[in-house]
């Protein structure tokens, strides 16, 4: 065996105890594993000439699933002006990244047990996905991101929030502490009395989930406002900074729209948001009064 072999050898198993302490971690926390399925759409979307009636039986295989995508790509975020009736349509309509992002979404949320609290906090977190997404194709923020970027991580940023709370019956009275502290940082509150915080959590999923890694990173990092200024030297990318405070600024305006989530994190990191993107009150109460038909058309 030559040397380049003893490090390919050496490499697959350092790979390979990565991946199981990995798993370890998110068995152990309660983070669910990446469904069989995100596995299926994800060989076949590596694949030099995807297969697109392939992809779309392996999603209609679950009905549930393939309605949910479908009605994904019916909604007026996306812009299509026709009627989509299938998953192939879906697949086209959307493409390949933002379905299967979309798809991963849509599990996500079955993967949990339905009550009250789960189900407020998916609609807030489409909600903020939808404004999110809008926000970065907007003409006075300053700070460009990908849409769908935005949306997907406006979707994912607190998917912790859902495993904590279902892990721990606690946790539903931390996250009510959390939203109402207004010194202390949302994660040094969950660290006081949870063994970990919600967003090392939805880091976590988002990368077994397979994620783009600055969305992993801004998952981690979205509540460690001093990362957004922009004399911070962490070399943390412009996108990953964009995302944060794209996000941050949909969830302000859903709150100031629906009264829901409140929480005290604009306060936080309003002034930085605004600065990173470039943005004053002026063009903030724009904002709110352009916002009102998204979350309008949101369902």
């Excluded at 790509?73 to 812009?79: E, K």
């Excluded at 967003?199 to 969305?215: H, R, Y």
């Excluded at 981690?220 to 900074?241: C, F, G, M, V, W």
Aim: glycine share 6%; aromatic share 8%; hydrophobic share 45%.
């Amino acid at each position: 065996m030559s040397k380049n072999d003893d490090k390919v050898a050496v490499s697959t198993v350092q790979s390979k105890r990565v991946e199981g302490l990995l798993e370890s971690t998110l068995n152990d926390t309660g983070i669910p594993s990446r469904p069989a399925i995100l596995d299926r759409v994800h060989i076949e979307m590596e694949k030099e000439e995807p297969d697109l009636n392939l992809l779309a039986r392996i999603i209609s295989a679950d009905v549930a699933l393939a309605g949910g995508l479908i009605s994904i790509a019916n909604s007026p975020y996306f812009g299509f002006h026709g009627r989509v009736r299938s998953v192939n349509e879906s697949l086209m309509i959307l493409g390949l990244d933002v379905a299967c992002r979309a798809i991963a979404g849509l599990i996500l949320r079955k993967l949990f047990p339905v009550t009250l609290a789960l189900e407020r906090f998916w609609d807030a977190s489409a909600g903020i996905a939808r404004l999110s997404g809008w926000l970065a194709q907007h003409p006075d923020i300053g700070i460009k991101v990908h849409a769908n970027d935005a949306y997907t991580f406006g979707l994912f940023r607190d998917c912790g929030i859902a495993v904590l709370l279902h892990r721990f019956p606690y946790y539903h009275d931390v996250l009510a502490q959390a939203n109402e502290e207004k010194t202390l940082s949302f994660t040094q509150v969950e660290e006081v009395q949870c063994p970990t915080n919600h967003a090392v959590i939805g880091s976590l999923l988002a990368q077994s989930w397979w994620l783009p890694e600055e969305i992993c990173t801004g998952i981690r990092l979205h509540h460690e406002y001093a990362i957004l200024q922009k004399n911070d030297s962490t070399l943390l990318p412009p996108s990953t900074r964009g995302l944060i405070a794209i996000a941050q600024l949909a969830e302000h305006i859903f709150q100031h729209h629906t009264g829901l989530s409140k929480s005290q994190e604009w306060s936080k990191s309003g002034e930085v948001c605004m600065e990173l993107l470039e943005i004053n009150e002026e063009i903030l109460a724009s904002l709110y009064e352009e916002g009102a038909p998204v979350l309008a058309r949101f369902d």
